[in-house]
């Protein structure tokens, strides 16, 4: 298996404009999360989707943010309208289960 | 570079000697602590795990250690190799949901 794909690698967007940042998960994991890392907070947990249904998103910043998994293979993350301090490395992660997380490459998000 | 940039504690070693990586937790309902790797322009990477009902576990070259009295995990790296530089991330997490919490890290930086 290829691992977790995320795209695109990097992404300059200008401030205002929608964003929308992809994922395919391991085949067979039931979990998928989406992360943010940044300089100052770390890495946080935005949202995880368990069988394709949203478990819980109580770290997704506001409402310009949305995540969706339409079907076992794919999710999206999409930030309408973007503003500089989304700037950050956006990560996908899958896991069968608990506890073992499969972490993508990584997509780093500058908003100018 | 280091996909982040992040200004994080510094552990400094010689190739060949061991390290001791260090992570104190909050949640005293964790039911297990996890290791992670973080290599530059790299997601985070599993390396080894512990529930909370051990105090002690080895894997290859590493040895995770955990103290519930004074909440405090370790990870013992041994014979510490180039490869091994990175920034390793403590994470807990509970049986109940599947989300994991991540500390805030430590860059691991080994002298040839």
């Known amino acids: 298996d290829a691992g977790v794909i995320q795209s695109p690698r990097h992404e300059v967007t200008e401030m205002g404009q929608e964003v929308t940042l992809r994922c395919k998960p391991i085949?067979?994991?039931?979990?998928l999360f989406w992360y943010r890392q940044t300089m100052m907070r770390g890495l946080e947990l935005l949202i995880y989707?368990?069988?394709?249904?949203?478990?819980?998103d109580s770290g997704m910043p506001e409402d310009r943010f949305s995540a969706k998994m339409p079907n076992a293979s794919f999710s999206t993350l999409k930030i309408q309208p973007s503003e500089p301090r989304d700037s950050a490395v956006y990560f996908c992660?899958?896991?069968?289960?608990?506890?073992?997380?499969?972490f993508g490459q990584g997509t780093r998000l500058t908003v100018v | 570079g280091e996909s982040v940039g992040l200004h994080l504690p510094t552990l400094s070693v010689q190739e060949g000697d061991n390290s001791i990586i260090n992570c104190a937790y909050s949640?005293?309902?964790?039911?297990?602590f996890i290791w992670y790797k973080q290599e530059s322009g790299k997601g985070p990477q599993f390396i080894i795990d512990?529930?909370?009902?051990?105090d002690k576990r080895q894997g290859q070259r590493v040895t995770v250690l955990l103290n519930k009295t004074v909440k405090h995990l370790s990870l013992q790296i041994a014979a510490t190799q180039p490869g091994d530089s990175a920034v390793y991330f403590c994470?807990?997490?509970?049986?109940?949901?599947?989300?994991?919490?991540f500390g805030g890290g430590t860059r691991l930086m080994v002298k040839p």
């Open positions: 512990i529930r909370s009902n051990m």
């Open positions: 992660a899958s896991s069968p289960g608990p506890r073992e997380a499969f």
């Open positions: 994470a807990e997490a509970q049986d109940a949901g599947n989300m994991l919490t």
């Open positions: 989707f368990n069988n394709n249904v949203p478990i819980d």
């Open positions: 085949s067979g994991h039931d979990y």
């Open positions: 949640n005293s309902a964790s039911d297990y």
